[in-house]
């Protein structure tokens, strides 16, 4: 089993920044070997939308909405993948949710709220 828990999501005023986190952690996990990416589920929208990923061989991917923007990491060391976001927009503003991807399994973590507006 795998846990995810993010972190670091705000209310931003449009124009600025914010860098989430997830912290990944498990019984017999190794963060690693995992593909790990970044959905958001906007407001009134049931589908979550791909945001980005990395995989475990260092391949990047953005949704084209944020390239430029955003910007995923990982430190395998620390367990974690990152999320910078600059130049954030209102339609920014969804729950970021953290994604593990593994052989076809994947897990979720609980969400965090970004908020873009003045």
């Known amino acids: 089993q795998v846990q995810l828990v993010e972190s670091g999501g705000d209310l931003v005023q449009p124009g600025g920044s914010l860098r989430l986190s997830c912290a990944a952690s498990g019984s017999i996990f190794a963060f690693s070997r995992y593909n790990m990416g970044w959905y958001r589920q906007a407001p009134g929208k049931q589908q979550r939308e791909f945001v980005a990923?990395?995989?475990?061989?260092?391949?990047?991917n953005y949704a084209d909405s944020v390239k430029g923007r955003f910007t995923i990491s990982r430190d395998n060391d620390k367990n974690t993948v990152y999320l910078q976001m600059n130049s954030l927009k209102p339609e920014d503003t969804a729950v970021y949710y953290c994604?593990?991807?593994?052989?076809?399994?994947?897990?979720w973590g609980q969400g965090t709220p970004v908020t873009v507006s003045s």
């Open positions: 994604n593990a991807e593994y052989g076809g399994v994947q897990y």
């Open positions: 990923k990395r995989t475990r061989g260092g391949s990047l």
